[in-house]
């Protein structure tokens, strides 16, 4: 089942499997009923990026009580995170979180 959306929602974009078993954990323990989705793995801190850029900017746009968490790995580099942020156009800068292990 997928969010409201005019309701305020986050959506999650993990990464990973192990990522996304972390937010699924953290979606179970909170209970936010239809008000938080993790979405399919993306393959990649680059695939999340690139998926956040070509598909859900854009959503971001037509959903404006939507929130984002952008979950990747950072494996030992300490500039991905400025990297990824980066990514996020300066309109969205408030409701689009990056966070990386």
Not at 35 to 54: C, D, K, N, T
Request: with cysteine.
């Amino acid at each position: 089942m997928g969010v409201n959306h005019y309701r305020p929602h986050l959506l999650v974009l993990p990464e990973d499997d192990a990522n996304s078993r972390i937010a699924n954990g953290f979606q179970i323990k909170v209970n936010f009923d239809r008000q938080m989705q993790v979405l399919e793995v993306a393959g990649g801190w680059l695939a999340v990026l690139e998926l956040f850029e070509s598909t859900h900017a854009k959503e971001m746009h037509k959903w404006e009580q939507r929130v984002m968490v952008l979950l990747i790995d950072c494996d030992g580099d300490a500039n991905r995170l400025q990297t990824a942020r980066t990514k996020i156009p300066s309109d969205l800068a408030e409701r689009v979180f990056v966070l990386g292990f």
